[in-house]
């Protein structure tokens, strides 16, 4: 059976996003054709956490509404270099627990974080969605292999917009950022564009 996996922000007791969690977890019960799904406001809150300080919530949970949780203290890191990977076959529109194709592309990667191109389009790296800087707008790619709760949110409240990104318009952006459920928009590390190894024209890419 397929299990599936939400990891959510908790920081000083309080659980982040929480209406946006609980929506993906619910269209993926639905999808599956599941009428009930779990409840992650009433898991969060009889794990009785009254620490502050970050953490991530993991929750690995299958169709059959069996889950378990883990909670780990959480810091943001600093990434030293990117590198495309081009991957026409990927798909991961479920957040699914089984992320071994992930592992394998940063296995056969030279660098410490991958970026996914999917059809010449640019997408995700292994593990969140990502903003672009041209000018004073952010830009995150509308070829998205998972539709992330902080990219949504970020959607919605207009403070991101979305674009077309490919390896021809790529060097048309000076910086870029990693986000996702841990990784807010204004908390995160900015990394200039060659901080990207292979950017085109520069070298070949991974084919997978």
Do not use: C
């Not at 990219?151 to 986000?179: C, D, G, M, P, V």
């Amino acid at each position: 059976m397929y299990q599936f996996i939400e990891s959510i922000k908790i920081e000083d007791q309080e659980i982040f996003l929480l209406e946006y969690h609980q929506k993906r977890v619910n269209e993926t019960f639905r999808q599956f054709g599941k009428e009930t799904s779990i409840d992650l406001e009433k898991i969060f809150k009889n794990l009785q956490h009254d620490e502050d300080g970050l953490y991530k919530l993991r929750i690995v949970y299958d169709l059959d509404r069996k889950f378990t949780t883990q909670l780990i203290p959480y810091a943001i890191a600093e990434i030293d270099d990117f590198q495309l990977v081009e991957n026409n076959n990927i798909d991961y529109s479920f957040k699914y627990e089984n992320r071994k194709e992930f592992s394998v592309m940063k296995e056969e990667a030279r660098s410490e974080e991958i970026i996914i191109v999917k059809n010449n389009r640019v997408t995700d790296t292994s593990f969140s969605n990502l903003l672009f800087l041209k000018g004073k707008e952010w830009y995150t790619p509308n070829t998205y292999l998972l539709n992330g709760v902080q990219r949504q949110y970020l959607l919605k409240n207009k403070k991101i917009k979305e674009a077309e990104i490919t390896l021809q318009n790529l060097k048309e952006f000076s910086h870029f950022q990693i986000i996702n459920a841990m990784n807010d928009f204004d908390d995160m590390f900015v990394y200039p564009l060659h901080k990207i190894l292979n950017l085109p024209e520069s070298s070949e890419y991974i084919e997978l």
